[in-house]
């Protein structure tokens, strides 16, 4: 706790020299948020809200950023109590808007009381910064999920004066400034209610502060908390890797639009696993075991290169359409091929140029992705756009059915186009230019503190053709719009590589299954199974869905023995070298039934293997710069 707060307390100095902030044009509010209950995932907030008489309408955060969807967890906030003046306020929710409440402000009144309750769910629940935030020994606090703000102004405009008591003990970390910080009651310097929102704060028993480039300026930190000290102790190279992934990213962009960041990590196998950027830092949370196990390290390796790219993609760089004033106004999301694709494309070869994949991981990676997306049906009546037109609902959507409805295909699928157009611009630049070049004229920039600058299609089109001259816009154009038949694997194909199927798994594609308690025959007769063989997606047109197979049923017998996974890859393979079919028990809605396949192709694993009659772009693409 010592140091942590050492170095948060330069910053002090910093806000102060910078005088009174130029967001000052609107209310300040004051927010003390009581996270001291964190363990019981119970957590109160009153806040002061200057106010005039009459009608006060405040708003609830909905639309999330970097979550893109209205999913601000108003269904979890509790406890709501207004007053004035020491008397207590009629309120009523507005019926057309869940998360808009008014108050009624007694005359002669210029300030309301409010009381609220955020209710962290108490068993292990998904659904992003709203998921399962808190266990016995940390807690993640987003402070949308614990305030409510005043209609009428820009969340750039308005102040928020913030405080958090945190439980007994407990360290913290976060990209906010410190105005004092006494035993666990901290106060932090005045900010717009913007940065508050992009600013989570992360508390835990167990919490470690790792430099990342302590002679480069401006300074980047990793901060994990996990539920065991035991978890913070992975081998030394671990933190070495991170510090290339934040020379690398320096390398990429040129300049960085934050002060200071902070990586909060939380590892916990109690909290819902995702990573949601911000500007100044990231929330990414995994398993317990996601730095000291090496299988759960490289499953994980693109996440904070994903989150840390953000700040430049998603943050300082964001599509006008999906930029808001403020947590009400509906956010467009059709550019999140930019937003969300380029991002990960970035964050993948970022994991590869810092070390936490070997070229090999890389290769492994962009097979599964490349393979997974080479089947998948669904891409025969939605294209790539509307998955992310739909993102807003397709984030909340089941993996049943997924081959034929799609999900947000835009992470994976952009993977691969911005591979494509990485490799076009290699191509047609005689090896001169390349994507790198694009980010630092797309994202560079004056750098500094964080800022924000719009772009619409026509600006990405433009910004790539200032790189290279080309048809980008044909090119983005038949990448959004196509419906197949398979991925888009052009990319692959001019990097000097090809996907091949081959009777073996990667260690890589095996762990991947295991992990994530799956049992994958997906390639071979169309099945992805939880490992008890309950059906989670059938891929529509191969053999399983044909013999009658669908979701929510369960594989429970191979050829007449118990399933397992084992049983079913095992059967799969010897059927190669027989005529009988595969017999599956299958038991569906209380009724068994038996599915016979014709199935003799054995076991199919994609692999990417070396095309020799081309340059190896895709080496030169993952080299550390
Ligand atoms: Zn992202």
């Known amino acids: 706790m010592t140091s942590l707060r050492g170095r948060c307390f330069l910053g002090l100095v910093a806000v102060c020299l910078l005088g009174i902030p130029a967001w000052a044009a609107g209310p300040t509010v004051s927010l003390a948020v009581d996270a001291s209950q964190a363990p019981r995932k119970i957590f109160h907030a009153r806040l002061r809200i200057p106010a005039n008489p009459g009608t006060l309408t405040l708003y609830y955060p909905k639309w999330i950023p970097g979550e893109h969807a209205p999913d601000g967890p108003v269904d979890d906030l509790a406890g709501i109590k207004f007053s004035a003046g020491g008397q207590t306020l009629k309120w009523r929710r507005d019926l057309l808007d869940g998360w808009t409440i008014n108050v009624e402000v007694p005359a002669g009144q210029n300030e309301v009381l409010a009381d609220l309750d955020f209710l962290s769910p108490a068993t292990l629940e998904g659904g992003f910064s709203a998921g399962s935030s808190a266990t016995d020994k940390l807690a993640v606090i987003s402070w949308n999920q614990l305030l409510l703000y005043p209609k009428g102004w820009k969340s750039d405009d308005i102040t928020f004066s913030a405080s958090l008591k945190i439980p007994e003990g407990w360290?913290?970390?976060?990209?906010?400034?410190?105005?004092?910080?006494?035993?666990?009651?901290?106060?932090?310097?005045?900010?717009?209610?913007?940065?508050?929102?992009?600013?989570?704060?992360?508390?835990?028993q167990y919490l470690k502060a790792v430099p990342l480039n302590p002679r480069q300026n401006p300074p980047a930190e990793l901060d994990v908390a996990a539920d065991s000290a035991a978890a913070l102790e992975p081998p030394p190279e671990v933190w070495d890797h991170?510090?290339?992934?934040?020379?690398?990213?320096?390398?990429?962009?040129?300049?960085?639009?934050?002060?200071?960041?902070?990586?909060?990590?939380?590892?916990?196998d109690h909290v819902a696993h995702f990573g949601l950027e911000h500007h100044e830092s990231d929330d990414s949370r995994v398993s317990e075991r996601g730095l000291v196990d090496e299988t759960e390290r490289k499953l994980d390796a693109s996440l904070l290169p994903h989150e840390y790219v953000h700040s430049w993609n998603g943050k300082y760089r964001r599509p006008a359409d999906l930029t808001t004033p403020d947590y009400q106004q509906p956010m467009q999301t059709d550019l999140l091929w930019v937003y969300e694709g380029l991002t990960n494309y970035l964050g993948v070869i970022l994991a590869a140029r810092s070390g936490l994949w070997t070229p090999e991981d890389f290769?492994?990676?962009?097979?599964?992705?490349?393979?997974?997306?080479?089947?998948?049906?669904?891409?025969?009546?939605?294209?790539?756009?509307?998955?992310?037109?739909?993102?807003?609902?397709?984030?909340?959507?089941?993996?049943?059915?997924?081959?034929?409805?799609?999900?947000?295909?835009?992470?994976?699928?952009?993977?691969?186009?911005?591979?494509?157009?990485?490799?076009?611009?290699?191509?047609?630049?005689?090896?001169?230019?390349?994507?790198?070049?694009?980010?630092?004229?797309?994202?560079?920039?004056?750098?500094?503190?964080?800022?924000?600058?719009?772009?619409?299609?026509?600006?990405?089109?433009?910004?790539?053709?200032?790189?290279?001259?080309?048809?980008?816009?044909?090119?983005?154009?038949?990448?959004?719009?196509?419906?197949?038949?398979?991925?888009?694997?052009?990319?692959?194909?001019?990097?000097?590589?090809?996907?091949?199927?081959?009777?073996?798994?990667?260690?890589?594609?095996?762990?991947?299954?295991?992990?994530?308690?799956?049992?994958?025959?997906?390639?071979?007769?169309?099945?992805?199974?939880?490992?008890?063989?309950?059906?989670?997606?059938?891929?529509?047109?191969?053999?399983?869905?044909?013999?009658?197979?669908?979701?929510?049923?369960?594989?429970?017998?191979?050829?007449?023995?118990?399933?397992?996974?084992?049983?079913?890859?095992?059967?799969?393979k010897s059927a190669k070298s027989g005529s009988d079919p595969i017999e599956l028990l299958v038991e569906n809605t209380d009724y068994y039934k038996t599915v016979k396949l014709e199935y003799h192709e054995g076991e199919k694993y994609p692999h990417l293997v070396r095309d020799e009659s081309k340059p190896d772009l895709l080496g030169d693409i993952i080299k550390a710069k």
């Open 242 to 268: 991170y510090k290339n992934l934040v020379a690398q990213a320096g390398a990429l962009f040129g300049t960085q639009h934050y002060r200071r960041y902070h990586f909060l990590y939380t590892l916990s």
């Open 171 to 204: 360290k913290y970390a976060t990209s906010l400034n410190m105005v004092s910080a006494a035993e666990n009651d901290l106060h932090f310097a005045p900010v717009s209610l913007t940065m508050l929102v992009d600013s989570p704060v992360l508390t835990g």
């Open 363 to 572: 290769r492994h990676d962009l097979a599964g992705v490349a393979a997974d997306l080479d089947h998948l049906p669904g891409r025969t009546w939605r294209n790539l756009q509307d998955t992310a037109d739909a993102a807003p609902q397709l984030y909340f959507t089941s993996r049943a059915w997924y081959s034929w409805r799609r999900g947000v295909d835009f992470y994976d699928e952009d993977t691969l186009n911005w591979l494509w157009a990485d490799v076009i611009i290699r191509q047609q630049s005689k090896l001169q230019k390349s994507l790198d070049d694009f980010c630092k004229l797309f994202h560079g920039g004056q750098g500094g503190t964080p800022a924000l600058k719009t772009y619409t299609f026509d600006d990405v089109i433009s910004g790539l053709n200032q790189v290279v001259a080309y048809d980008w816009r044909g090119f983005w154009t038949e990448r959004l719009t196509n419906h197949g038949p398979g991925a888009p694997l052009g990319g692959i194909e001019g990097s000097g590589w090809k996907v091949e199927y081959k009777d073996t798994p990667t260690d890589f594609y095996r762990s991947s299954e295991r992990n994530a308690n799956l049992v994958l025959e997906v390639y071979t007769v169309g099945l992805r199974l939880r490992e008890d063989g309950t059906v989670i997606d059938t891929i529509e047109g191969m053999m399983a869905a044909k013999g009658g197979i669908g979701p929510g049923m369960k594989v429970v017998g191979v050829n007449g023995r118990r399933f397992s996974g084992d049983v079913l890859h095992e059967a799969i």
